[in-house]
């Protein structure tokens, strides 16, 4: 392999370890612990799994942690009487609904119910609205980690050519506004681009976050590219489950000049942000500085 290999795990545990060094000043100079509240609608195995990680590394950071866990036939009006109390509590400083939310919700409604400066997740209109024009904002977490590891790798990524696969509202168009914000020159390609092959193969910096398996083989990636690959998606191989990328990790690595790995990579940032971005509205919330290198 001759690409470097960035390390998401040992690069989240350090974001965990600022944040857990500035929870530890919040409580000490201004008697402030910063309180993170998850939302849970339903059984989802997933999710579950998610939140219950969320509250664990919330506590082990210092701050405290809330979880509302309503039935999967809860209504509507019920959800958004939960984060209504949630906004009018000082106590709270984030607030996360866990998506996706059962069939019978409107998860736009309920996103944007949501507090804006108590929107961890970076969803609510206003916050998209912000960081589209350069405004601060609170940052949707998976890109924000992306950009972190970006940052640490290069330095600056001002001129780069970056490729992003993918165009959710949760990671593609965020990942391409901040890299944007970073002065790259951005594309961002989908499932209609025309030659996607040749428009990787130009890209300094290719993000994937399309969600299929190992979808952007390793002749695709041009010469000494960085790569990060934000999918994980589980494949039976060999009789075995198993976690991949969007990216053919073996082939991609001999091309690259880094990589992530899956797992390993991306993943472990997702949370991490998410703890860092509770900090970042506690301090704003509270009119104090915020910390250095854990926001966009
Ligand atoms: N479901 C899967 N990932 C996420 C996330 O980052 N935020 C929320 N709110 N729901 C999710």
Known sequence: MAATLIDGKAFAAKVRGQVAEHVARLK??????PGLAVVLVGEDPASQVYVRSKGKQTVEVGMNSVEHKLDADTSEADLLAVVEQLNNDPSIHGILVQLPLPKHMNEDLVINSIAPEKDVDGFHISNVGLLGTG????????????????RDHHGSLSGMDAVVIGRSNI???????LLLGDSCTVTIAHSR??????????ADIVVAAVGRPEMVPGDWIKEGATVIDVGINRIERDGKTKLVGDVDFAS??????AITPVPGGVGP??????????????????????PEGLTA
Request: one cysteine or more.
């Open 28 to 33: 000490e100079e201004n008697g402030i612990t």
């Open 135 to 150: 405004q601060k904002s609170m940052v949707p977490c998976t890109p924000l980690g992306c950009l972190m590891m970006l």
């Open 171 to 177: 990671v593609g168009k965020p990942m391409a506004q």
């Open 193 to 202: 681009t025309k030659d996607l092959p040749d428009v990787v193969r130009r």
């Open 252 to 257: 991609a690595a001999e091309r690259a000049g």
């Open 269 to 290: 940032m997702t949370i991490a942000c998410l703890l860092a971005n509770t900090v970042t509205a506690c301090c704003r919330a509270n009119g104090l500085k915020e």
